[in-house]
């Protein structure tokens, strides 16, 4: 009986033996394949970052407030963000490239919608990249033209436009990337519509005499305006 | 004898004119003078060169002190010229080649010398003391302008003789002739008869407008002078029809207009204003100057014609344009003061265009196609130049270039003897001047100036025919279309010194092709685009329309 | 060059037509049929009492108006096409009309002059606005340092009121005589004249791209003469026009001309040796003259939108101005209107930190340019308050103290350019 076992050891030893050696050379692809992966994934970050100082980023980025933001959350700058992003996902995608090689069938799946995702990941970063910058320029615009136009409380004016575009991209950003999108599209809805809601109100209660005077001088043809502009002129 | 009455009495509308002084032209005798003998000889040249009438400068006896105008003899021949036979034989000889003469009739003045002055001057009581105008004062018809301004300071002169002033518009040797009496009227009919029966073609009657004064007015032009005139014209078309009446009056073309009346006066008249704007025109390069004094040029009755010139024996006058349009001249054509006089120019056509072949061939071009009947001056088609030296304006009157030879060629004479310097200097002197060397070659500008007279002659459109200007938006170039009955010719003058292109609105006359006069090459045929021509600098071109 | 040209065919025949011209005046219109008429005539005027013999031609550069303005320029030809010759005229005038493609008051009206007078080679050229209120003798006045004395550039000087004008005043004004040495009064004046040389010159510049606007263009003609050895002067014309509608709109106004004179310090280095107390420049027919009627001024409002710009606009002021010069400006809207002082020095120093800062573009440069605005009637409401008084000399003496504090701050400016900041 003893012998019976040492042989069924020695065979399951063997087969096992037999399996790891099979599988040994995948594991040892795998690993070379991640290690290559590393190297290549590091030298995409070198050209990304050289790439990204060349076009200024940082200060694109700071333009579209994002630094401030993340030094806010103690995160390292923009450019060196970006290339360390860049860096990780070639890697995992190298690493993911390995474990595929490895034949474990359960995983294939989530490997291919791994790189399946990516693409969605990068337009999703450009849309909230652009739409930051967009929200900072626009804010900024409309903040100048209400000063200049002696609007009252400008910053105020300001920051909703810069919230709506902001809100408005990361409404996008979340539906390309699929995560609670129908969430997120009614909620961005409500928002926006109740927020126009308030200002249509705000202006049509508040603006009623303006609104009167503004149509009587259209069509009353009425001269004499209330409070003259200076009598200055620059040029 | 006259050529027969039977050619056409509109003859002066086909003609071309050739002014001549006889003196100026050849000396037959040797005595320095040019004769009606030596002019005589030279009628081949001018049938040559193409000339059918010959105008001639004053002839009759005369002080010469206003170059033959101031006449003290009017049935004779002044013995420097010849006698009164050899006018006449030098009559015949014209006729024989077909060539017609117009001679002057200054009937406004005669010299002091003449002998009705005489007479009349001599006592107030004198039967022709009324022939010439007395006044006791020199305060009548105050206002009048006085013409020759450089020596003349008033109309009147005191004459000591008989202790009162007389008229005088020109100079103080010229009294005026009394016309309101009918007495000096009858005589110079008289006068007229008398060459008229000689065989004369046509007279120019010098200095018209003023013939009468009349208190209160500016003594020119006035309606009793029309009328004298009037009578005239009648007695001529009497007794000699196919005569011809040129009026040398210096005037606005609008006052100019009275003198053609209704065909009834004069037969054809100068257009003095026209001349100078061509000059302006051209220094300007803008046909500005040019098209404006046409287009205030009134129609004339369909029997007279303008006569149009270039130069004549008188200054360029600039007494018919504007204070900054005179101004404009004077620093452009005479800025050396000492070629100013009265108010114009004396200078000769060569020298006022700085001797530039192309501008002589531009204007010329102009004389014979503008409406009108042109007049070459003496020496202008070989390209004579002036002596700015000479007193008044004698300057263009130096004597007829022939050769380079002895004097030139005019006569046999020693130079000292000659009336007047020969033009001596290597541009314009007669070794580089003259006809014979001229007559050598095809490019000269002599045989240039017959193969142009050629062209003119080949159609009755230039001097009979209607003008029409078109106005192209490049104000460079004058066009205009001339048309006289089934023909039309396109004229398109290039005024500027440099290449230009223009686009002529040709549509009225869309489907006719073009055929260049000078070498009878065809152009494109008018479609319903613009025609584009392109030109060189002051060129011209004469085009023929032909629909085929 | 555009792959289009800039001359259509009708205009190219045009100036065919035209020909080579000694004098061109151009005069960029675009709706102005209420002005262009008066415009027009008083330059023909001038043209043919004073350059009667010289060839000229007056070429209007349109926008696409539709209220008849090019008719109305093209009716003051002189031709012999018309029945009613004009009977003092010597020669042809041309004026004629084009139309150019883009927004009108760009700086494409003026290249197509120029255009147009490189074709032509007029020796003189002058620039006239629609709605300037020129006489006739103001085209001599312009016209004859470049025509006969060979100069190159004539900017006008006018009669005005001494609250008129008060961005070239205090801006532009002080900034050009500091950097380059030249006290231009107006380097951009609605009636300007300079020599083909000088507009050859300005056709061939890398500027045409850029969208400069009309003002822009000249302020960069300007200081193109001064600086490549052009020779310049300024020639008294008359009372500036008044404008009746309403007094233009400062933010655009800055945008026309400080925005283009921030970039024309950019590309326009100073080549000339700086000299204490700017070169004055040669000055024709009298000197500026200043009118001194009352005028309504609406001082608080100007205070008010200082202190609501500063306060508002701190997070972009932040980017643009540095530390000092910020804080003392929100110190001195705090202060209150009475004691309130926009002292020569502040200014200087913000002008020149809003330069450089447009130099490196921090942000957008036309939001630094909307973003001086409130600081500009800060100054103004200071400047108002000491002239309130004043005369013609104690304003001209004002206006010195504020240019040298500009060139005291030279190296300053300097500093910033370079990135010390």
Redo the contacts between chains.
Sequence with gaps: MWEKFVLELTQATQEIVRNVAQFLPRLMVTVIIVLIGWFAAWLLKTIVRSILRLIKFDRLSE?AGATQLLRKAALPSSTELLSRFVFWVAWIGFIMAGVSVLGIVSLQPHISSYFGYLPRLFVAFFLVFFGLLAAS?FS??T??????A?SPS??LISSTVRTLITVLTISMAFEELGLAERTVLIAFALIFGSLLFGLALAFGLGGRDLARRFLERRFARDTQQE????????? | MALAATQDPLWYKDAIIYQVHVRAFYDSNGDGIGDFGGLAQKLDYLKDLGIDTLWLMPFFPSPLRDDGYDIADYRSVHPNYGTLDDFKSFLDAAHKRGIRVIIEMALNHTSDQHPWFQESRSSRDNPRRDWYVWSDTDTRYGGTRIIFLDTELSNWAWDPVSKEYYWHRFFSHQPDLNYDNPAVREEMWDVMRFWLAMGVDAFRLDAVPYLLEREGTNCENLPETHQIIRDFRARLDREFPGRMFLAEANQWPADLRPYFGNGDEFHAAFHFPLMPRMF?GLK??????I??IL??TPEIPAVCQWFLFLRNHDELTLEMV?D??RD?MYDEYARDRSMRINLGIRRRLAPLLDNDRRRMELMNGMLMSLPGTPIIYYGDEIGMGDNVNLGDRNGVRTPMQWNGGWNGGFSAADPERLYSPLMLNPVYGYPAVNVASQQRFEHSLLSWMKRIINVRRSTPVFGRGSIE?L??????VLAYVRQWQKETILVVNNV?S?A??V?LDLRRYKGNILVEMFGRNIFPRIGDLPYLLTMGPYQFYWFRLRKI | MAEESILTDDFL??L??V??VDILVGVPTYNSAATVGQVVQAIRAGLLQYF??Q?AVIINADGGSRDGTQELVRAASI???Q?A?H??????L?SISARYEGDPGSSKALYTMLAAADLLRPAACAVISADSNIEPDWIPRLLQPVYHDNLDLITPLYRRHK??????RNLIYPVIRAIYSKSVREPYGSEVAFSGRLGSYLFGCDLWSEDLGF?GVELFLTVAAINDGFRLAQAFLGSKS??EH???D??R??R??VGPLFWTLEHKPATQPTSSNGDSVLTLGGNPEVTLEP????RK??Y??FV??VV??EP?LKSILSAGTLAELQQRAAAGENEFCYSDELWVKTVYEFAASYHKAV??RD?II??L??LYRGK?HTFVLENRDSGGEELERHMDALCLTFERFKPYLGELWNGRK
Excluded: C, W
């Design positions: 333009d320029f900024r615009a903040l100048l033209a209400a000063v200049n002696g400008p910053r409070e003259r502009e200076d009598e200055l002129s620059p040029l | 302006m300007l390069e803008d046909r500005k100057p098209t404006e287009q205030q504007t900054m349009e404009y200007f106005y192209p938006a490049n104000h460079r500027s440099s230009q292109a686009e | 025949r045009e065919m037509n020909g080579e009667p013999r060839r031709s012999d096409m029945n010759a009977p003092r005229a010597l020669r042809t041309h609250f008129d004008g008060l961005l070239v003002a008044t404008l309403a007094p233009a400062l933010v106004a800055m026309d001309t005028r309504r001024i609406n409002r100007l008010q939108m609501d710009g508002e606009l972009i942000i957008s939001h909307q973003a605005a409130p103004i």
